[in-house]
């Protein structure tokens, strides 16, 4: 690998004090010697340059005669899936009857080449900061959650034989940084046929053992690289409908469109009905949209879950052709109504609400694909939903909760807290229209109430005064901001 550093030119750095100056220099025997060597040197590495080894020869020894006849097969994938094309390539390259070396690539950054190009480059002038073969260089990807990774080449040769045939594969990470959005894999075979059914393997390889299959996964932007589409792993939470406080008929509602119908899809395949489905959970902040949406995620193991929010809602197609290839795959969309009304940068465009729309809309009628939106303000997306029937093909109204929901949701945020409940019925009744987040709060309040008059070391427990007293300072004026920002308005 070429490398960079400083040099001393002569005359730029003074020499060591008591050195004769240049005009008392005078020529000694071992200067000679000196300059002797150091032709030799050049001589010789003038005769060898012939020899080191070149990225277009050791391709050439390898396909033989006729390789800059042979023809090209690319395939492409976007940057983010440059994991899975890696995954892909190992889980092609381990196939029994196939071997391979690998050659690495230095100095690629800057260089716009392809496998064309080294097989037909020829044993020209040696560059010395140009494309050379060098040691693998690996870039650590995210493959799932809790920090695992994989190790994927960023730029590298593969020389892999399979009987009489004889292929050369060159794998290209993407750099955004120097203008290359894509992961790519190019091939020449001395079987023109089987560079063909290499590069259908290798696609087919990648889908297979595409790690993002089976996750929850985020979609974002990495805020010092160039825009480039950021996948990020997270854990499958874990919730029960036990933790979801919603009317019953609400959670059957919600559970019949996502989940029974991801458990009946064979059945209702084998009846002539469609998969694709589209639900829309709306209402006011802190009923619960993004609990249930939590909910759905934990019940539909194995399903990839893609999820959209803040400024990578702009990412829909990259999201929807993840979850088209993924199936069955569950895309979920919050606060949609931020898209409702933006038109892009340039006049003309669609709003992002109609694009995700037609996405919907483009699915195949057996594609195990659920969109799952959730909206504040349904106002703005009634009359876009309305011109475009069938794509959201349930609407679920979650309200705040009622008097039987706010004593459930002060059960489950209790949890093993030492409660007096002696004067429940009224902190429920002067409770009427929080959210769940106002109700949280006030137990932690009254919590700390209780912890502020009891000693170290002792258990402790929440008395009816510290959970009155905790409520009389949430519902005091002052604290008017506090229960806006906690979803909140008490009658």
């Known amino acids: 690998m070429a490398r960079y550093g400083w040099s001393a030119y002569p005359g730029a750095v003074p020499g060591p004090v008591g050195a004769p100056a240049d005009g008392d220099l005078r020529p000694e025997l071992a200067d000679v010697g000196r300059l002797a060597r150091r032709g030799l040197r050049a001589v010789v590495g003038a005769a060898r340059a012939a020899e080191r080894p070149r990225l277009s020869r050791i391709l050439n020894d390898h396909l033989g005669a006729g390789a800059s006849t042979l023809e090209v097969v690319e395939e492409t994938w976007p940057g983010y899936d440059h994991v899975n094309v890696q995954a892909g390539l190992d889980a092609w390259l381990a196939a029994p009857g196939r071997t391979w070396e690998l050659v690495g690539v230095t100095n690629f950054q800057h260089a716009m080449f392809g496998l064309g190009d080294l097989v037909a480059a020829g044993d020209g002038v040696h560059d010395p900061y140009g494309l050379s073969p060098g040691n693998p260089a690996t870039v650590n990807l995210a493959s799932g959650p809790d920090g695992e990774v994989r190790a994927c080449l960023r730029c590298g040769i593969y020389l892999v034989t399979e009987g009489e045939v004889r292929t050369a594969l060159l794998l290209r990470g993407a750099t955004p940084e120097f203008g290359t959005n894509n992961a790519s894999v190019q091939l020449v075979s001395t079987d023109p046929e089987a560079a063909l059914r290499s590069a259908a393997a290798i696609r087919a390889a ?125 895309l979920i969309i919050e606060d949609v109504d931020l898209i409702a009304e933006d038109r892009g940068m340039h006049p003309g465009q669609h709003p992002l609400l109609f694009q995700l729309l037609n996405e919907m809309d483009g699915l195949a009628e057996d594609a195990d694909v659920v969109f799952v939106l959730t909206t504040n303000r349904a106002d703005l997306l009634e009359p876009a939903l309305a011109a475009r029937p069938g794509r959201v093909d349930q609407a679920v109204a979650l309200e705040l909760p009622d008097a039987a929901g706010r004593r459930a949701l002060f059960a489950l945020y209790r949890g093993d807290l030492r409660v007096d409940t002696s004067g429940l019925d009224d902190v429920i009744a002067r409770t009427e229209g929080v959210t769940a987040s106002f109700l949280k709060e006030l137990l932690r309040r009254a919590a700390l109430l209780a912890a502020t008059r009891t000693a170290d070391g002792e258990e402790l427990a929440v008395s009816a005064a510290d959970l009155s007293g905790a409520l009389d300072e949430l519902l005091d004026t002052r604290n008017a901001m506090t229960r806006t920002l906690l979803g909140s308005t008490p009658a």
């Open 206 to 330: 990648t889908l297979e053992h595409n790690v993002f299959r089976g996750q929850v996964l985020s979609f974002g932007q990495e805020v010092f690289g160039h825009g480039q589409t950021l996948l990020q792993f997270h854990r499958r939470p874990v919730m029960t409908a036990d933790q979801l406080i919603l009317a019953p008929e609400t959670l059957a509602e919600v559970r019949r469109q996502v989940v029974e119908v991801a458990r009946h899809k064979e059945r209702l395949l084998a009846a002539g009905q469609h998969l694709k489905r589209g639900l829309l959970l709306y209402g006011p902040p802190g009923v619960g949209k993004t609990h249930t949406v939590r909910y759905l995620t934990s019940s539909l193991v194995g399903t990839t879950v893609l999820q959209l929010t803040g400024n990578a809602l702009h990412l829909i197609a990259e999201a929807c052709s993840v979850a088209r290839a993924l199936q069955p795959a569950m």
